[in-house]
Each structure stands twice: as C-alpha cells, then as structure tokens.
C-alpha cells in the first residue's frame, strides 16, 4: 500500500517562535509540541524527534523504546543545560508497518483516523482537563473550552521515565491518517477537521486547509498537521516523490535531516526540502583610530542595552509562573526554578498549608513538584494547587 502525505507547521497568529517539530521520514512520522518557553520548547521538540529519528535509522529498539530514549535525553538536557531548565514536549508518532500503523503517543498532540467519512481519535490526551472529564469531574463538552485544558500530566522530559501509551491500527484503502498538535485541535471542532478531510482530497491541500482555518479561529498557538492517506495508486507524479510544504510562518524551522533505512518496496518516499541559506559578509572598512567623543557612545550605547536587557529579564521573569516546594509546603511562584550564579530567579508570592511530603505520595504530582510544576499564569497555579489539595483528600478517603 501506499501513501500520500501532506503537512504543514504555522506559527500561528499569537506566539513570537514556533515551538512545535515535525518528523517525515518514510515510513516514519511524527508530531511535538514543545514546552518550557520559546528556546526551551523548541529545543525539546526537536532534540526528541532527532533522537527518535536517529535510532529509527540505526534500528535500535521498537517504536516505543525511541520515544522513552527521547524522554531521557531531553529530560538529560533539560538537567544539565540551565537555559532549559524544565522545558519538555509532547509527541505523537506513527510507524508505517505493511498494512497497519503502530502509534506511540505521550502528552496531548493527536492521532485520528479518518475512514469512511468518519473522524476518529486514536489516542488519549494526558492533561489535567481529561482526567477531570474520565474522573466525572466535568463533561467531554465542559472540557472543549475548559480554560485549563493545556496543563499535562504527563510529557517528554520532565521526568526521568516516562509511560508511553503504544496502538496498533490496521489501516484500509482510503484510510487518512491525521496527526496534529494542540495549535489545531484547540482551535477547530472535530466536526470541523471531519469535514475538511472529507470534502479536500489532496493532502497537501487539506493540511494548508486545516492551518488556515486555524488561524482564522485565532491561531493562539503553533499549528502543525500531517497527513498520510492510503492508497494502492498514490503516486502524485512519475518520480514517486513528494516534497511537502515549508512552514507558512515568519520563523524558520530548521528539520532535522533525513537518515532514513530505505524504503519499503512499492512505496512513496516523503522528502523535506529545505532552501538553502545564504550569508553575506559586509565588505571590510579601513580601520580609524576611536575618538573620545566615539568611546563615550559607544559606553552609554552598552549601558543602555544592559539597562534594557535587564528589564527584559525582569519583564520574562514577572510573567512566568510555577507550583513548588517552600518551607516544606506547597507553594506558588512567579518566575522560573532555575538559579543562576547562585541567585534564585523567583519569588514565592502564595505558600499554601499543604505539606509538600503528602504531594509527593501521589502518583501524578509527587515525581514533578520538587522540580517545579510549570504554568502559564496564576490563574492557573491555583487550579494546580487546589487539584492537589483535592487529590490528597481523595487519596485519604480511599485510604481510610
């Protein structure tokens, strides 16, 4: 069987850097969306679907075994390297295997199905919001526009293992396959993904479709979108290769290169071409003595931009938020769990009654709460906070 692939990573309409990586690299694929701040989320995104990529083409381990050896090195790097300190990424990959897909997914980028008309979801989102919803906490339609639907319970790097869920698909003549990050499901109803795959048959033309629509709801984070259809005649042109389409946004994404085992026999070869980048060098000028009135310049010109580099850091740092560890207790705060040259780089603004150890006892939060539990804003930390305050107090009921 063959396949037709299209995909697509947009900026979006709201973010300043693209965060999410693709992966195509026949019969390989796979989506990231990255976390930990602009630097940190690219640099997990990628650094996972390299290292997933690279033990594809040595053929070392299964599927799932590359992902968990992705986990480890992003989780390495986010340890060793301060810059990216607790940054992580989710993937969702899919491995071509004759007639059937194996999927191995972690964090809340998706994989569907579309066959017959028909849209189906292949995996199981680990976030906060989606426990709620299996916990009868909220219903499905409660969770589409739940403000806090973004928080994880499980991603790529922020622990040292990680449980990869793993699906075999068998797949039909006809079949589409999606896989997409969160910039899209966010923003557009499944009805609406189900009807641009039904009514826009070239893949290419259908990803491009689905990051337009995105952006025209709001586009509020990075979209990427692949698509892999099946078919016994799939050829697009006599060569059997198809380009896919560079990313539509101001940021260059950079993908990682093709080391790929050969194809399999019969089938299409999905290439990402990426134009060449031309440097230029500014003619060299015949060097003159500085004179004073220069050096002053020059002097208050490097004090402005330390001043200015100063506030920036401040600026970043008031905006960043996470749950952890003071006093022994839970508490939340502004700024980032990273210190640098011995000077902490947050502020403690809430430091609530729960005891850190009574956290740490629980599956899903204790692992994660010594390091720090990233969010985006306040608002939500104190939904963290009051999650964990109702978890213990489930886990002392069932206990009792």
Known sequence: MRTRVGATTDIGQVREGNEDAILINDPLYAVADGMGGHRGGEVASNLALQTVEQMFAERQGTLTEQVERANRAVFERSQSDRDVSGMGTTL???LIEGGAVRLAHV????????????LQLLTEDHTLVHRMVVEGEITETEAENHPHRSVLTRALGVEGNVRVDETKVEVQEGDRLLLCTDGLTGMLSEDHIESILQDVRDPQEAVDRLVSEANRAGGIDN??????DFTEDGRIDGSGTKEVSQPRSPTTQHPTPTMAPPPRAGGD????????????????KAARPPTARKLLVGIVIVLA??????????LYLDSQWFVGVSNGRVAIFRGVPAEVAGLEMNSVVVETSIRAGDTEELAV???RLPDGITVDDRDLAEDVVEQIRTDIERARQNAS
Do not use: E, H, M, N
């Open 365 to 367: 939060w204790g692992d």
């Open 305 to 314: 931009i330390a001043a200015l580099g100063f506030v920036g850091v401040r």
């Open 223 to 228: 979209i990427t979108a692949v698509i892999i």
């Open 107 to 118: 964090g809340d980028s998706r994989a569907y199905l579309f066959r017959g008309g028909k």
């Open 269 to 284: 070869v999905t290439t990402w071409s990426s134009p060449p980048t031309t440097r230029r060098q500014p003619a060299p």
């Open 92 to 94: 969702t990959a899919a």
